[in-house]
């Protein structure tokens, strides 16, 4: 008797032993689906980490950076990464925290925001790094 399982694991090995003769093992992804049921095949050498899928929607991070841009604008200060995370939540965005962390590293390493590790979060570049008076001035 075949079970599912028995099943995948047939076709598996059939479509292993078939690829294991070439010269260089592709890397390719192929789905599936009909009547209810979906597939998905994942070829890579073996000698090499297994490739991940990611599920990102077209744009990848352009939305998440756009809105991180804005809640931090629209703070008019400096704000810590869970403050933007706050903001974007009561702005009714939705973006998971680390893909918000992902927009914040690309923005910095783009010099769209600048971050100097003095507790206060990420700024705009235009905008004074402190803005405490000082006793001084």
Known sequence: MHTPRSTV???????????????????????????????????????????????????????????????????????????VLRGLKAAGKKHGPGTVAKALADLTAAGELVNPRDGRGYRLPAWRKDTTPSLFT
């Open 9 to 83: 694991e047939a076709a598996a090995r059939a479509l292993v032993e078939s690829l294991s003769g070439l010269k260089a093992p592709p890397t390719v992804r192929v789905t599936d689906a009909e009547e209810g049921v979906a597939c998905l095949v994942l070829v890579w050498d073996a000698r090499q980490a297994m490739p991940t899928v990611r599920w990102r929607s077209p744009g990848g991070r352009a939305g998440c950076k756009a809105d991180v841009l804005e809640v931090i604008a629209a703070a008019g200060r400096a704000a810590t990464r869970k403050e």
